[in-house]
């Protein structure tokens, strides 16, 4: 199972659409995911700024920003 993390902050509707896909796709069992809120540290505030929501991997490696790129989602997953 892979492990994604999803950068978002309160607020944005971009995030929470985003999330709502991801929840959807997660019911699959393919993926577990970690929400974190760039409001929480201003480091986290200084590097995402107003590009949110980011869905990165476990590693760092970003998969997509502002919208789930469900193509490139499915590559990293090897399923696409």
């Known amino acids: 199972m892979s492990a994604l993390v999803?950068?978002?902050r309160s607020?944005?509707?971009l995030c929470?659409?985003?999330l709502r896909e991801l929840e959807q796709l997660r019911s699959e069992g393919r993926f577990s995911l970690a929400l974190v809120d760039v409001d929480a540290s201003p480091e986290l505030r200084s590097r995402y700024g107003d590009?949110?929501?980011v869905l990165e991997d476990a590693q760092g490696g970003e998969i997509?920003?502002?919208f789930l790129d469900l193509e490139r989602l499915q590559r990293y997953m090897g399923s696409g």
Do not use: A, I, N, T
Request: hydrophobic share 25%.
């Open 11 to 13: 607020g944005c509707h």
């Open 64 to 66: 997509c920003h502002f």
């Open 51 to 53: 590009r949110v929501p």
């Open 6 to 8: 999803l950068y978002q």
């Open 16 to 18: 929470e659409d985003m």
